[in-house]
């Protein structure tokens, strides 16, 4: 079976996307080459939650994200959103979904009021 894929960015740009998008991946073991093919749309991603595995954390995706990006980097625990400024490898079987964005653990917490989430800074 042959299926076709197209960088993200190429996505938005071809779907003249300029929203801000909420995106939600799981691309099993491609999160290096999901957010190399996202960097020049990464303004327009205001909140991405991506399943994060256990090889492109130890080959330091999650510094990446906080350091080279500046993102904020949170990792999701249940209904615990954990602000974490660098990889500490945390493992909680079964979540594996981080979420990246520029809100700060305040802002998010401003923002996730009388929601399911808490966030921990």
């Known amino acids: ?3 076709e894929s197209i960088r993200f960015e190429d ?5 003249n996307i300029d929203k801000k998008l909420i995106v ?3 691309v099993e073991n491609a999160e290096w080459q999901f957010i190399k093919g ?5 303004d327009k991603i205001e909140f991405l939650v991506m399943e994060v595995l256990g090889p492109a954390r130890q080959e330091g995706f999650i510094n990446y994200m906080i350091s ?6 949170y990792y999701i625990n249940e209904n615990k959103i954990e602000h974490v400024l660098q ?3 945390r ?3 079964g979540e594996y979904n981080w979420l990246f964005c520029r809100y700060t653990p305040e802002a998010l917490k401003e923002k996730l009021t009388n929601r399911l989430f808490t966030v921990i800074a």
Do not use: G, H, I, R
Not at 11 to 15: A, D, R, S, T
Not at 68 to 73: K, R, T, V
């Open 68 to 73: 080279d990006l500046a993102l904020q980097s």
């Open 87 to 89: 990889e500490d490898m």
């Open 24 to 26: 939600k991946v799981d």
């Open 1 to 3: 079976m042959t299926v």
């Open 38 to 42: 996202s960097l020049k749309v990464l």
């Open 11 to 15: 996505w938005v740009f071809q779907n």
């Open 91 to 93: 493992y909680t079987p």
